[in-house]
């Protein structure tokens, strides 16, 4: 496996990740526990201590790359259990944003992905989730119209899917929200 | 105290029976609490996944709101949103210049010094067991119940600062409460695959279906939750967890305050019982005396 490219580059990635997260990589001595406890670590590529170690030697794209990044639920049972406090939940967070940020589309795990962009733009509109509009369109987003269709006709009967989605009043103020800090 | 109300989206839509029976039971116990005027998404995990400032501002306008409106104390009966509310008030205390830029742009002045409250605490801590248990006119005796606490009620710790994070009890305890026998299980902080839940639908079913057949295996009636997304996953995708693992489960999936309501002798009706997928009929007939079953 090719490791550290460029001295300069490591520290820098690894520099910006530590900045964004309060937390220092050294920290990690590599137990692996949190990989243990991870509920989705069979679906992952590279587990979430591969992750903090492949962070510290710069592995940029790799890791930016990466299905774990996406796979991650936040469910936060690493970062509890971690012996060293380290903010392994927190890691997930930063180099998605990270990701999100350069432009990388993943190539795996896209949907994941499409789901969150979705899902904002949709508060960026409403200030609160329509949720029919939001299942809708991010249907059309990854093409997938007619997965998990046949659960609608008794959601409708049960009254769980309503047609009318609701605006917040001032949306103004949503709107600089999201101008200050996207 | 003033007792502000934040119902968060799901609650007016795929989960509306969390909040149709957490405002009868709350008219029972007579507790009134108030709606935040134009409260706005909190951002959920979509937010904090790909962009942390977003992720405290969102739900900072509504803590601003709230606080600058007299509140002392904020329901969030959701767990995500309860999560997130804590998370962002955790950052607003600690992180001063997020703060001063959040509170600049809101142009309202935020000090952080509301109580947030998720649905557990709030029955124990705002309600109180003994009036609780003062309400209970029908106990629920013979029935076995086993909560699911999933994620994010408990952790992070260092934020939630609620109960065990490996071993939570509270729930169990408000079962108890009504008669009910807790279950006790495997699974009950295990992840159900949470927002992946359209993105990831495999997952997400092998996930959630780890945790109601280890429910099953141990003898249970039906699941209590206090989160909109675990109800979904463990209600919406139960038959497709069925057909997927070729194994009946026939689990109903209350809501904690559904489960409390019906102990105050409150109808499943009036509780929105019959909003959910797995029909809770069946289950509900093992309740003595159970006032007009549908």
């Known amino acids: 496996m090719k490791t550290v490219i460029n001295e300069q580059n490591r520290r820098n990635f690894a520099a910006q990740v530590e900045a964004m997260l309060h937390d220092k990589l050294a920290k990690c001595y590599q137990c692996g526990k949190?990989?243990?406890g991870c509920p989705v670590n069979f679906e992952m590529d590279y587990t979430p201590n591969q992750i903090i170690k492949m962070t510290e030697l710069g592995m940029e794209d790799k890791v930016l790359?990466?299905?774990?990044?996406?796979?991650?639920?936040?469910?936060?049972?690493?970062?509890?259990r971690c012996p060293k406090g380290f903010e392994v939940t927190g890691i997930m967070d930063v180099l998605r944003e990270i990701a999100e940020k350069k432009g990388i589309v993943s190539k795996v795990e896209k949907e994941v992905?499409?789901?969150?962009?979705?899902?904002?733009?949709n508060v960026k509109s409403n200030g609160r989730i329509f949720e029919l509009e939001l299942v809708g369109k991010y249907k059309l987003k990854t093409r997938h119209l007619f997965r998990d269709m046949f659960l609608a006709p008794k959601m409708l009967e049960k009254g769980k899917l309503k047609m009318h989605g609701e605006k917040i009043a001032d949306l103004n103020q949503?709107?600089?929200?999201?101008?200050?800090f996207e | 105290?003033?007792?502000?109300?934040?119902?968060?989206?799901?609650?007016k839509g795929t989960s509306f029976e969390y909040e149709v029976s957490l405002l009868k039971i709350l008219e029972t116990l007579n507790i009134e609490v108030k709606e935040i005027p134009d409260w706005n998404c909190c951002g959920a995990s979509a937010a904090h996944s790909i962009n942390h400032n977003l992720s405290v501002a969102l739900p900072a306008r509504n803590l601003a709101i709230a606080e600058n409106g007299g509140y002392e104390s904020v329901l969030a009966p959701c767990a995500a949103c309860s999560n997130r509310l804590k998370s962002a008030d955790y950052e607003l205390k600690t992180d001063d210049i997020l703060k001063k830029k959040?509170?600049?742009?809101?142009?309202?002045?935020?000090?952080?010094?509301?109580?947030?409250?998720?649905?557990?605490?709030f029955l124990i801590g705002v309600v109180g067991k003994d009036k609780i248990?003062?309400?209970v006119k029908k106990p629920l005796s013979g029935l076995k119940v086993?909560?699911?606490?999933?994620?994010?009620?408990?952790?992070?710790?260092?934020?939630m600062k609620f109960d065990d994070p490996e071993n939570p009890v509270t729930m169990d305890e408000l079962v108890a409460l009504t008669g009910a026998e807790p279950v006790d299980y495997s699974f009950k902080t295990e992840c159900c695959g949470a927002i992946n839940s359209l993105s990831k639908p495999d997952v997400v079913m092998a996930l959630t279906g780890n945790i109601l057949y280890d429910i099953k295996k141990h003898g249970a009636d039906l699941v209590v939750v206090a989160c909109p997304l675990c109800h979904s996953n463990l209600d919406v995708r139960q038959r497709e967890i069925e057909r997927k693992y070729d194994e009946k489960l026939g689990l109903p999936v209350l809501f904690i305050t559904e489960l409390l309501g019906l102990s105050f002798g409150i109808t499943p009706k009036d509780l929105a019982i019959d909003g959910h997928m797995v029909a809770a009929d069946r289950v509900l007939k093992k309740i003595e005396g159970l006032p007009n079953q549908q």
């Open chain 1, 34 to 36: 949190c990989s243990a």
């Open chain 1, 65 to 80: 790359n990466s299905k774990t990044i996406w796979l991650c639920v936040s469910c936060n049972t690493c970062s509890t």
């Open chain 1, 113 to 121: 992905q499409m789901f969150h962009e979705v899902f904002l733009d």
């Open chain 1, 174 to 180: 949503i709107a600089k929200i999201f101008k200050d």
């Open chain 2, 1 to 11: 105290m003033k007792l502000a109300y934040y119902p968060g989206c799901s609650l």
């Open chain 2, 102 to 121: 959040i509170t600049d742009s809101l142009e309202m002045p935020y000090k952080a010094e509301m109580s947030i409250n998720n649905m557990l605490e």
């Open chain 2, 133 to 135: 248990k003062s309400m």
């Open chain 2, 146 to 159: 086993a909560s699911y606490y999933g994620c994010l009620l408990v952790r992070p710790p260092k934020i």
